[in-house]
């Protein structure tokens, strides 16, 4: 079956501009969550979905980033006026509730250089 | 949320069995322990996640002593496909804001 996809797998820009990091999850996965990884560092958690639910907020890095989860399914991660530390691979999971720890399904990241 | 604590960087040869330990003395009852693996240029794996005891799967075994503050992943028989970063993740089914720490890098050698 499809996994997680994203788009773009790469993307360049200029500081100062906005972009848009796309998530398409597994079919009937519920939850959905983002990740930033900077090179050769763990990952840093930025936000989580139940549905359309965004529970918690609190690792978005400042205010320019953003996401919103339309359907219970396809998410997109908003970062305005770009600065060169947002540099980095975005990197999106899915996952369905289970007992123990949910399983992460992730995608192939993002990779995004701010110039 | 159980932090945890993994060796940096280890490096084995092909066909050698490679254990990875992992360190996490505040886990909570509910936790469980997961493990993932990521390959440059590619989202995390999952490999295998328990609870105590051992578990086996087709890729590999975890185990995990009876006071669960450590856990290690089994790697029978490696070969240089294996050459990857691991990850050991502690929480529960609560926990969606896990704390992902730099991980271990596995390098096989020939």
């Known amino acids: 079956g499809a996994g997680v996809s994203q788009s773009p797998s790469n993307k360049v820009t200029e500081k100062g501009k906005d972009v848009e990091l796309r998530c398409d999850p597994i079919?009937?996965?519920?939850?959905l969550y983002w990740y930033r990884q900077s090179l050769g560092q763990g990952l840093e958690f930025l936000i989580y979905?139940?549905?359309?639910?965004?529970?918690?907020k609190s690792g978005l890095p400042s205010d320019r980033f953003s996401a919103e989860r339309t359907g219970g399914s396809v998410s997109t991660l908003t970062i305005q006026r770009t600065q060169q530390e947002d540099s980095a691979v975005y990197l999106c999971?899915?996952?369905?509730?289970?007992?123990?720890?949910?399983?992460?399904?992730f995608g192939p990241g993002t990779r995004l250089t701010v110039l | 949320l159980a932090k945890t604590t993994q060796p940096i960087s280890m490096d084995s040869y092909e066909g050698q069995e490679v254990n990875i330990t992992c360190s996490h003395n505040?886990?909570?009852?509910?936790?469980?322990i997961t493990w993932y693996q990521q390959f440059p240029s590619q989202g995390p794996r999952f490999i295998i996640q328990?609870?105590?005891?051992?578990v086996t799967n087709e890729v590999a075994s975890l185990f995990i002593p009876a006071d669960r503050k450590s856990s290690t992943l089994s790697l029978p028989r490696v070969s240089l496909s294996d050459t990857a970063v691991y990850y050991c993740?502690?929480?529960?089914?609560?926990?969606?804001?896990?704390?992902w720490g730099a991980g271990t890098k596995l390098i096989i050698k020939p």
């Open positions: 979905f139940q549905g359309n639910s965004a529970p918690d």
């Open positions: 079919s009937g996965h519920t939850a």
């Open positions: 328990g609870y105590k005891t051992k």
């Open positions: 505040n886990i909570a009852t509910n936790d469980y």
């Open positions: 993740l502690v929480g529960d089914d609560s926990n969606y804001q896990l704390i």
């Open positions: 999971a899915s996952s369905l509730p289970t007992s123990g720890l949910d399983t992460q399904y």
